[in-house]
């Protein structure tokens, strides 16, 4: 059994990541967040610490780390992304293997960063990338790899998950903390991609706003035009006012459904990461290199491949 630590405990993903810890048999010892609506705890794990200022949780921490029986062996971040960078260093010079949500961190330089705190605390920092895990996208993969076709796979990706006025008002609206829609909901859909059609070769952004952002990936076996949006006006006139999310894979015009089972991977994530199998600093590499692009680009509206969403926008 192993101790965990987590941070964020209070966040939307943080339940999932206490049940995955509860379900693989470990124990979560002490959680943190600066916001103290955590009842979830009580359903999970009610013996856990909890504190929301960082400084005691720190200390705390160092307490447990004088025992062997209780020093933590695993810190969970689900802060908000801005975060992210600081407390997986604080994890990893705590001692622990870290593991965290997406996005790790905004930028190919603090995932060198990173590294090189890895080197200096002979600890690991692991990315949640549980689409990788995901049956459909799995079959989609090994039907990609078994294929002779030569040509490359006509894909499209569109996701759009409706969020109300609360969203622009908190750390997700805000660019400098959320680093833009691309990487806060698309970051995991890219690092799918790439699982399944290799390299990237081209990216190309066509539209971004604070609320969606949409433009065109090639990578070896496949060109992908994309659109990402938190704006139910986005959402197929089939569907508005009856589900607030509408996700859609489309490979050579044929449906890729993933929609099941979507929720219900983190603790798959967390059984191979403690098998030693998790993913880490380099496999995300591609995705933040990708979204670091998107984010410092300037869009260029009025180009082949692009979404056909794109046309009531523009």
Not at 164 to 189: C, L, Q
């Amino acid at each position: 059994m192993k101790n965990f630590a987590l941070i964020g405990a209070a966040g939307y993903i943080a339940p999932r990541h206490m049940r995955a810890i509860k379900e693989t048999g470990n124990h979560l010892a002490v959680a943190y967040d600066i916001n103290d609506s955590v009842g979830i705890i009580d359903s999970i794990s009610p013996q856990s610490a909890f504190f929301t200022e960082f400084e005691r949780f720190q200390e705390h921490a160092w307490q447990l780390k004088r025992t062997p029986q209780t020093a933590l062996d695993y810190l969970t971040v689900c802060s908000p992304n801005y975060l992210h960078h600081a407390h997986i260093a604080a994890g990893l010079r705590l001692g622990c293997n870290v593991i965290c949500e997406k996005p790790l961190v905004p930028t190919p330089e603090l995932l060198d960063e990173l590294a090189l705190i890895e080197q200096e605390t002979g600890r690991r920092v692991f990315n949640i990338l549980q689409l990788r895990h995901h049956s459909a996208i799995l079959d989609l993969k090994q039907k990609v790899e078994n294929s002779s076709r030569s040509n490359k796979y006509e894909v499209e990706l569109t996701y759009i998950t409706s969020r109300g006025k609360w969203y622009m008002e908190s750390w997700k609206g805000d660019p400098r903390k959320s680093f833009g829609v691309a990487t806060n909901i698309g970051v995991h859909f890219f690092d799918m991609l790439y699982f399944v059609f290799g390299s990237l070769q081209k990216n190309v952004l066509h539209y971004a706003s604070d609320n969606k952002a949409a433009g065109y990936l090639e990578y070896e076996r496949a060109r992908v035009p994309w659109f990402l949006s938190i704006d139910a006006n986005d959402l197929p006139e089939s569907i508005k006012g009856k589900q607030p999310t509408y996700r859609s894979i489309t490979v050579n015009g044929q449906e890729i459904e993933f929609s099941s089972g979507f929720t219900d991977l983190h603790t798959i994530s967390y059984q191979e990461i403690l098998a030693n199998r998790g993913y880490g600093i380099e496999d995300v590499r591609h995705c933040i290199e990708a979204v670091n692009i998107i984010n410092s680009a300037q869009p260029s509206p009025g180009v082949d491949k692009a979404h056909p969403f794109l046309s009531r926008l523009v």
